[in-house]
Structures are given as structure tokens and as C-alpha cells.
């Protein structure tokens, strides 16, 4: 009752003060006056009403502690527990107490980041006052309890006056009444919602320490709910716009939890906390560092913010804050608003270009014209409201980092089209200073755009806009005379210097462009005039001075292009000798060492082909020089001092830069005279003697049919002789008649045992129509009589056995045959027997040597496969006359040769040997291949041609995949699947296979003589005849022998 009516006193007071002092005001103060005594008013009933409240609860409270031991009930027990506590925030702290906020926040983008949130640290409900001792007995407790108690006065949020009790000493309280609880009948516990007056529950704890935290508190944390709980939770339901009840059901509890749990407050972070700290920093409530926390200074802000609106002061942004803070918001940025946050919005505003408005906190209609325009300019929603977005977006621009002051990468970039375009003399780096301020806010005013001195995005696309239709076909401006004059001095010249951009100026940028390797328009966009510029200031042209100046001229003496005085200095002479440097490569003439320019004199310079280095392209240098006449040089990749002295005689001769150095010019010429020399001779040298390559090859028991007549012998002790019929050569096919018609059933080899049943005749062999009826391997066949002997010896070998060339164990072994093998005896003997021996045999030591010795046999077996013969077309027919389908291809084979790296010649020698010179159904396109149901080919005869589809000839000229056992219908279908169907076809595709199957390898087996003789790989061979190479050369020599002054280039091993 005292503190109702000191308030009433103070409202009187306050009253009489504020009549006889407030000065004349206009309307808008007095309504202003007017609104704030309403609240004023509204506050008091508020507090007279929680002073209601809070006298019921110690009436409650007093009433619970008269009660006599008898008649007290567990639930008068825990009515008396019903006492009020400070309302605290869910982190711990007290609505009352002072929290300290950084002094330095003071605008959006400077205020430092908020800290962290300590621990929160709570007193136990539990836990004894300090200093006081747990009663001894219950007698000690029951006089306790008896003792009157003394009330605390409560504190509503708002008043200034009263202590509310400590926890402490409410848990003091508490005990004597637990104590009694302890003896009293157990009452009913509830488990669920509805919470209301009257019930308990561990729950009602819980949503009451909640409350006490979102600031509907004062509440004593206990398990029972009490009257003053009751009117709490009324007052939280009306604030929420929840059905009025004092009754905490599911709806209610939901509510409690989302306001406490909610993600905008201290402690935690959530993406929308930015939108309420820009709107609380835009409405002058603070100056927060927009991010996604929510620290101690935000919670200070947001008090302020509730404190000043009449909202429950909690530090939490719920719907009510929320709703409040939105609605605050829009009312004040509009046409007819006012508010401190104002100003600042109109300066913004200024600052960006679209000024012309008082600074004042009135937002009028000019204001909403400003915020109008700046909204269309920057292609937002056009309201004249200042909404989120439109001040987002003033800030953006504000804090742009293309303004002065600043640094950005892009604002070279920028200054130099300002300089182009006649703003000119802007310093070109990455600094963003007061002149460019000055030259900005000119390009802006003659533009039209707003001036603010920021290069914001519409300043930089009217930047592009006018920089590209300057420089293009049509334009005419003063900066295009500029354009002309500094194109003639980089060597682009011939148009006349006016205004007018024309085509021939756009041929003119055309050629510029082509030649740095720019986007070749025509139009003189960033990247041109940007390497003009950098063309007119490099420091290698006349009247410039650089320490680099010394190298280059150091370079040019080296090079053949000197007698110039080395100083830093760039004069006439310099230019001089620079512009003939220029002219003799093909370069654009003008003087400067340009990137062109400067890239050549380095490539001469570091060229590999100089004295000291090494590549593997100096043995062809050395090879030209030498077949030149300027030789005697010794063929390795070292560039020495006599390769150099040779070198420049060739270049003092053909009038070259004598250098010493072979540049481009230099190698052109050098190929174009040693293509005029017809034969050559080149070496391959490898690392080996003669008579260790001969070694190696000896243990892959390499092949001669030198010996195929010569007899041969095996030891009779280990054969076992039986007489039979036997044959008697090698390769002998047993047929199902005795005629040619007849099917091949088996080949067989000398010795093969066959069992004769008759003497027939058939088709006429060697002079006799003589065929034996045979049996072998239980079938039925014939066999011509001169090839079998009806009386034979058959020797069967009882071991792996050597079959020797003499009756001697010391004399050369031809080969082995292995255990069972019949063998045909021809001479029988005592210890040897003389028997018929296969036609390829082992080749001696002697033979092998021979053969590989690089001096033997003829030097066509060293002609190089991979360069072309040099002759024309017509030169190729002569050798093609007469050759059936590759008559008159002479110009497939030239352009198989030239697309594969393969000698015509070689190609041409065998697809004769695989035509049978032109003249096989699998080469002339007699055979036609189409393809089956399904999408299968097939060779097409009378049989199968009505149900094949896209049927046609096929030509197969080097009897690629032509096997044994199907050659016409392998090579065919092959030939089908890879397009051959006319003979230039055939011709190019398969020397792509001629080329990577033998000689394109990684091998190198390049020549016939490489092919049978891999000296450094043995076991990469194409045969294992020893006289296979000398066998191959006759067709490719008979086919040089028919040309007019063919190319022959012969590649020679040479041993140690």
C-alpha cells in the first residue's frame, strides 16, 4: 500500500512540475506529449496491477505460515512455498543488474566483433544462505517454521523502488516447509499438461524457471502452482495473444519453450540476426557489428529497444520484439516518418548523388523522390520507401571498394579506359586517389549519372558502354586521332589522322591484333589499346635509357646483328640495327624490341644449335653439312667449335648472318640444298662388336635353308627301327581323293608313319598318276606315290634327341626332335643313322656372322623405309604398268607414303608380292562383302546376296588379316570394316598398318637389314631366316631401278 501511494504522490508532483515548465509547443510535440502520458498512464495501471499481485502472494504466503501443525495439508505446504525471486534471463542474469557493452561499437562496418558469452553459472535451489547450519532435530524446525515471518517486497519490471529476496534466502525459507512436507499425506503429482492453480508437478518447476528467464518471473522455482503463477501465466498469455486461462496447456507450454529457445538472443546465432541489427543500427538504437551472433551488446540494444516500446523487457527478439521492430521500421522510412534514424539515411543518400534534401528527421515527399530515384537507378522495387533492400543497398554502395581511398585490382583497369577516352593523365595502379575522384565525378556529370565520386556498377557499365563504341568502324572521336597516331608509330600505319574510325583503320587494328595474337575484331577493344600501351612504353626504343639495354645489345652483337656500343642508352643505331633484324625475320618493322621482336633475338640466342650444346637434331645439322660438302664432321648430337666453324663458312656463302648460330633461316636453307642431293648415307652406331650382336643372336637358334638337301644324322641308340609305310617329304597333304579336288584331311612331314592299302590311280604328279590308298589316324586317305615309301624305315626316338649335321657328337646340331618322333630312315648304320631332315635347320656361327656383317649382300637392305623415293606420280606408274588393280596408282602411293612416313617403294613391292601383281579376287574388288541380319559382314555369293544389305566391293592390298586358314574371307571382312572400297582406300588405310605394324615401332627397325636384325632387342624380329633381308631387296631395288633419279637415303649399322 506504501508504494501505491508514493506513486500516486509522484504522479501528482510530476503533474504540477510538468504544467508550470513545458514551454509553448507546436501540434505535433503536443500530440507527441499527449501519446507518451497515454503510456505513462498505461505503465502505472501496470504497476499498481503487479503490486496487486504481488500483496496477494505474501497475503498467501503470511496465511500459510499462521497455519496450525495439525491441520496443515501438503497443499497449504506447498502454497506457502508460492514466494517470488529475481526474474533472471535464461543465461543468468539478473533484468536489474548493469551489463557491460564495448564503448567502441559505434558504426556498422567498424564496430568490433561482440565476445563471446561466458559460462553460465547458477545457484543450486538447494544449497543453504551462506553461513547458515541445517537444523538439528524437528522440534528446532517446527519453532522456526512458527516464527513470523519478514516480507520481501516485490520487484516489477519497471520499478525503482523495493529488493526483491534473494534465492538464497527464499531457499532458507523453503527448508522448514520441506521438513513438513516430508510428514504430511502425499498429495497427487501431475505428469502432463494442463498445468493449473493447485497442482504439482516437476514439470510446473521447470516452465516457471523458463518464465523467470523470458521476463514473466518473480516466480519462486518450486513444483507447485500457486495463485501468483497463475497470474503470471495469464499476463504471459495476453502478451502472446494466447487464450486468456492461467492454465499452462500444451499451446502455452509450446509458446514458453519457442520464447526461451529462441535464436535471438545472447549466446546464440541464427542468419536473421543480421536483418535485426541492421534494422536496430538504421533506427539509431546502436551501432552493432552485423553478423550472424548475438552477443552482450545486442542484448543491451534489444533491451533498449523493448524498454523504450513498452514490451516485456528480456533481451529476446520474440514475435512480439520482432513484430514491434518490423512495424517501427516501415512506419519510420516512408513519406510522413519521423525519427532519429533519418539523417543518417538522408546524408547516405547524398553522398551516393542523390542529395538536394535537409538533413533533418523528417522524411518528406522530396525524401521519398531521392529514395524513388536512387531505387530506379539501381533497378529496385520503386516505392520511395527506404526498405531493407534499398538501404542494403546504399550501403553496399558506400562501402564500395572503388572509391577514394581504396585499393582494387580493377581499377587499373578502369583508369585506363578514363585515359583513353580523354579523362586523362590518371596514374595507372591500383590506388584510388583524389585525382581520380575529381576525373570520376567528371565522367559521371558528363554522363548524366549521379556524381558521387564511386565508381558503382552503372558508373562502370557506362564506362564500357562509351569506351567500346568509341573505339570501333563509324565512331568519330577526338581519342580516335590518338588511336591513329600511336598505331603508326608501332609499324601499323598508312591512314590518314583524323577523328573518323573507318575500315581501313579497322584493317589496320586487324593487322595489329593478328600480329600480338590478340581477338582478332577489327575493333580497338581493352586488351588492344592495352598492348599499344605497353608497345609505347617498353624501354627498347630510340631516345630511352635502361640497364637492361646492355643485354640486349649484347644479345643483338651475339647474334650476327651487332657493332653496337653497349650502354644503356637506345639510340638511332640501335633502332637502325633492330629494324634489320626485324625485316630479315618477317617481323613488323619499327625499331622497338617489341614481344615479337624480343622472342626472336632470345630464340637465336638460346638456341641449341651452338657451340657448347647438345640436341638430338645436331645429327641431322651435322648429316645436311656434311652431305653438303661442309663436312668431315663427326655425327653427334655435341655442337662443337669445327660443327661451328663449318656452320659459318655455309652462312658467309649464302649470304647469311654469319653466327655460327642455325636459326630458322639458317635450317631452311640447309634442308632446301641437301634436299638436292639424291643419295645419302647415314650410320647407326651402336655399342656393341660385331661378334657380340653375332652372340646374341646365336641363343634364338636362328634359321637357314642353306642346308635343306644336306644329310643328316642321329645316334642308333637311341631310335627304335620298324619297317612301314612312311612319308617321305616335308609338308605332304593327305587328301580324301586321290585328284587336286579332293579335301586336305592333313599335312604331314618327312618319316610320318601311314599305313598302305592300295595302289590307285588319279591326277597326274611329277610325270605319274600313281596314288597309294592309305590309312592314317583311322580315316581313309590318298597320298601321291613319290611321296611315300611302301618298304620305309621309321625311326621312333626313345629320347629328346640332337639331330646332328655329321656321324659325329662334336659336329653342328641342325636341330632337336623330341621323344615319339618318327623319323624317315634313309641309311641305316651302326651307330648313326642317316636319316630325312626338314628343310629350315639351325644356321651355324659362320652363316649367322655372315649375314649381319653390314658390308655383306646388297645395300638396298639398309635403305631407309621412312623418307619417300622423291619422284612424281607419273614416275610411280611406270614400275605400276601392267600390275592389274594398281596400275595407275601411282598418287594413292605418294599419298599413303607422305601420310604414314613409309617409301613409296616399299608399300608398292608389297602390295605386288600380296596381289599377285594386282591381280587377287581379294585386291581387284571382284570379292563384294554386305552385311547379314545381324549387322554382321558377310562375303557375298549366289546363295547368301538376296539377304545381305549395303553390299560392296571391297580391295585389301597388303593381305592385312588374310590368314592361312581363311584369306580371302578374313582379308575381306577386314577390309569391309575398315572402308576399303576403292583402291586409294585400300592403298592409304592399309599403309597406316605397314607403318605401325613394322616400321613406326619403338624399335626402330626403319630398314629391311633392322627388321630381321634387332641388334639391341633380338627378340623383336619379323623372321628367323637368316637371308631374309637379303631375300627382301630385290623388288624394292627392281622398282628404284625403274626410277628417274630416285632419293636414296641408306641408314648403316656400325659396330665397335
Not at 612 to 629: A, E, I, M, P, S
Not at 967 to 990: E, F, M, R, S
Request: glycine content about 8%; proline content about 3%; hydrophobic content about 30%.
Amino acid at each position: 500500500m506504501k508504494i501505491r501511494k508514493r506513486l500516486i504522490v509522484f504522479s501528482f508532483v510530476f503533474s504540477l512540475l510538468f504544467y508550470f515548465n513545458v514551454p509553448s509547443m507546436g501540434a505535433a510535440e503536443v500530440e507527441e506529449l499527449k501519446r507518451s502520458s497515454q503510456v505513462e498512464n498505461e505503465k502505472k495501471e501496470e504497476v499498481n496491477q503487479d503490486i496487486s499481485l504481488q500483496e496477494e502472494a505474501i497475503e498467501e504466503n503470511t496465511q500459510d505460515s499462521s497455519s496450525t501443525a495439525e491441520d496443515t495439508t501438503e497443499e497449504q505446504v506447498e502454497m506457502k512455498d508460492e514466494e517470488v525471486t529475481p526474474s533472471t534471463n535464461n543465461e543468468g542474469v539478473s533484468n536489474g543488474q548493469s551489463e557491460k557493452v564495448s564503448e567502441e561499437e559505434t558504426t556498422e562496418a567498424d564496430v568490433p566483433k561482440e565476445e563471446q558469452p561466458k559460462k553460465e553459472q547458477e545457484t543450486g535451489v538447494d544449497q543453504l544462505p551462506k553461513g547458515e547450519k541445517p537444523a538439528k532435530d524437528t522440534s528446532e524446525i517446527e519453532q522456526r517454521e512458527k516464527q513470523p515471518q519478514k516480507q520481501q517486497p516485490l520487484q516489477i519490471e519497471g520499478e525503482s523502488e523495493g529488493q526483491s529476496p534473494t534465492e538464497e534466502q527464499l531457499v532458507q525459507e523453503d527448508q522448514p516447509r520441506a521438513k513438513k512436507n516430508e510428514d504430511s499425506a502425499v498429495k497427487e503429482v501431475k505428469t502432463s499438461p494442463p498445468y493449473q492453480k493447485g497442482d504439482h508437478s516437476k514439470e510446473i518447476a521447470k516452465f516457471k524457471k523458463k518464465l523467470n528467464a523470458i521476463g514473466f518471473g518473480q516466480i519462486r522455482v518450486t513444483e507447485y502452482f500457486g495463485s501468483y503463477t497463475e497470474n503470471r501465466v495469464k499476463k504471459f498469455q495476453k502478451y502472446y495473444s494466447i487464450p486468456v486461462s492461467g492454465v499452462v496447456d500444451q499451446q502455452t507450454l509450446n509458446k514458453i519453450e519457442r520464447v526461451y529457445s529462441s535464436p535471438f538472443q545472447k549466446g546464440k546465432q541464427h542468419k536473421q540476426t543480421r536483418n535485426i541489427k541492421k534494422k536496430l543500427n538504421r533506427l539509431s538504437y546502436g551501432s552493432i557489428y552485423v553478423t550472424n551472433y548475438y552477443g552482450g551488446y545486442t542484448d543491451k540494444v534489444v533491451r533498449q529497444f523493448q524498454r523504450k516500446n513498452n514490451l516485456v523487457v528480456n533481451g529476446v527478439v520474440d514475435s512480439v520484439t520482432k513484430e514491434k521492430l518490423d512495424k517501427e521500421f516501415r512506419a519510420t522510412f516512408q513519406m510522413g516518418g519521423r525519427h532519429e534514424g533519418i539523417p543518417k539515411m538522408k546524408r547516405n543518400l547524398k553522398r551516393l548523388g542523390f542529395g538536394g534534401m535537409r538533413i533533418t528527421n523528417y522524411y518528406g515527399s522530396y525524401t521519398a523522390k531521392k529514395v524513388k530515384d536512387f531505387q530506379r537507378y539501381y533497378g529496385l522495387n520503386v516505392t520511395g520507401k527506404a526498405t531493407m533492400a534499398t538501404q542494403d543497398k546504399m550501403y553496399e554502395v558506400l562501402t564500395s571498394n572503388i572509391q577514394e581511398g581504396k585499393r582494387h585490382k580493377i581499377i587499373p583497369t578502369m583508369k585506363k579506359k578514363m585515359n583513353w577516352l580523354g579523362y586523362s593523365y590518371i596514374s595507372e595502379t591500383n590506388y584510388f586517389g583524389s585525382y581520380t575522384n575529381k576525373m570520376l565525378k567528371k565522367f559521371q556529370r558528363d554522363h548524366q549519372l549521379p556524381v558521387s565520386g564511386i565508381a558503382e556498377e552503372n558508373t562502370l557499365n557506362k564506362l564500357d558502354k562509351v569506351f567500346n563504341n568509341t573505339f570501333q568502324p563509324g565512331s568519330r572521336h577526338d581519342s580516335v586521332v590518338t588511336l591513329k597516331k600511336e598505331l603508326r608509330k608501332v609499324g601499323f600505319g598508312g591512314m590518314r589522322v583524323t577523328s573518323y574510325y573507318g575500315n581501313y583503320t579497322k584493317k589496320r587494328v586487324k593487322d595489329f591484333q593478328r600480329y600480338y595474337g590478340l581477338n582478332v575484331t577489327g575493333e580497338a577493344n581493352y586488351s588492344t589499346l592495352s598492348k599499344l600501351d605497353n608497345i609505347l612504353n617498353n624501354p627498347f626504343q630510340k631516345g630511352k635509357r635502361s640497364k637492361k639495354t646492355v643485354s640486349l645489345k649484347k644479345k643483338l652483337n651475339r647474334i650476327g646483328f651487332g657493332y653496337i656500343q653497349e650502354t644503356s642508352y637506345y639510340g638511332s643505331y640501335s633502332e637502325k640495327r633492330v629494324k634489320e633484324l626485324q625485316s630479315y625475320y618477317g617481323l613488323y618493322v619499327n625499331g622497338i624490341v617489341d614481344e615479337p621482336t624480343l622472342n626472336q633475338i632470345n630464340k637465336v640466342a638460346n638456341s641449341p644449335f651452338q657451340k657448347g650444346k647438345r640436341h638430338k637434331n645436331t645429327v641431322t645439322l651435322k648429316k645436311y653439312l656434311n652431305n653438303l660438302g661442309y663436312g668431315n664432321i663427326r655425327v653427334t648430337s655435341y655442337f662443337g667449335s669445327y660443327t661451328e666453324k663449318q656452320l659459318k663458312r655455309f652462312q658467309r656463302d649464302y649470304k647469311l648472318p654469319v653466327n655460327g648460330i642455325a636459326d630458322q633461316k639458317t635450317w631452311s636453307i640447309l634442308q632446301r640444298e641437301a634436299a638436292k642431293v639424291k643419295e645419302k648415307v647415314t650410320y647407326t652406331r651402336y655399342n656393341k662388336t660385331l661378334n657380340q650382336a653375332v652372340n646374341d643372336q646365336m641363343e634364338r637358334s636362328p634359321q637357314t635353308d642353306k642346308y635343306r638337301n644336306a644329310p643328316a644324322y642321329v645316334y642308333a641308340k637311341y631310335v627304335n627301327i620298324t619297317e612301314s609305310g612312311v612319308i617321305t617329304e616335308n609338308g605332304v597333304r593327305l587328301r580324301t581323293k586321290p585328284n587336286w579336288n579332293g579335301k586336305v584331311n592333313a599335312t604331314v612331314y618327312s618319316g610320318t608313319k601311314v599305313t598302305i592299302l592300295d595302289t590307285v590311280n588319279g591326277a597326274e604328279y611329277a610325270g605319274s598318276k600313281k596314288w597309294y590308298k592309305i590309312k592314317y589316324k583311322g580315316d581313309t586317305l590318298y597320298v601321291h606315290y613319290s611321296l611315300a615309301n611302301p618298304k620305309g624305315r621309321v625311326a621312333t626316338t626313345t629320347v629328346n634327341l640332337n639331330v646332328r649335321a655329321e656321324a659325329s657328337s662334336s659336329s653342328h646340331i641342325y636341330g632337336t626332335v623330341p621323344k615319339g618322333t618318327s623319323l624317315n630312315v634313309t641309311d641305316k648304320g651302326k651307330y648313326w643313322h642317316q636319316i630325312s631332315y626338314s628343310t629350315w635347320r639351325n644356321a651355324k656361327r659362320s652363316d649367322v656372322k655372315y649375314y649381319m656383317n653390314p658390308d655383306n649382300n646388297d645395300k638396298f637392305q639398309h635403305l631407309l623405309l621412312t623418307e619417300s623415293v622423291g619422284v612424281s606420280a607419273r614416275e610411280l606408274n611406270k614400275v605400276l604398268d601392267g600390275k592389274g588393280v594398281l596400275e595407275g596408282k601411282g598418287q594413292a602411293f605418294i599419298d599413303a607414303g607422305k601420310k604414314h612416313s613409309v617409301n613409296e617403294a616399299y608399300l608398292i613391292s608389297h602390295a605386288i608380292l600380296e596381289t599377285g601383281h594386282g591381280a587377287s579376287s581379294l585386291a581387284n574388288g571382284s570379292t563384294k562383302v554386305g552385311l547379314n541380319n545381324h549387322g554382321k559382314p558377310e562375303v557375298v555369293n549366289s546363295h547368301n546376296r538376296d539377304e545381305l544389305t549395303n553390299i560392296k566391293p571391297v580391295y585389301n592390298m597388303f593381305g592385312i588379316q588374310a590368314y592361312d586358314s581363311c584369306p580371302l574371307t578374313c582379308g575381306a571382312k577386314h577390309a569391309y570394316n575398315q572402308g576399303w572400297t576403292t583402291p586409294d582406300k585400300a592403298i592409304v588405310g592399309g599403309a597406316k598398318f605397314i607403318g605401325e605394324d613394322y616400321i613406326h615401332n619403338a624399335y626402330e627397325q626403319n630398314t629391311i637389314y633392322k627388321m630381321r636384325w634387332n641388334i639391341n632387342t633380338p627378340w623383336k624380329q619379323y623372321a628367323t631366316d637368316i637371308g631374309w633381308a637379303a631375300k627382301q631387296v630385290y623388288g624394292i631395288k627392281n622398282i628404284y631401278s625403274k626410277l628417274n633419279n630416285p632419293m636414296m637415303h641408306y641408314n648403316i649399322p656400325k659396330f665397335i
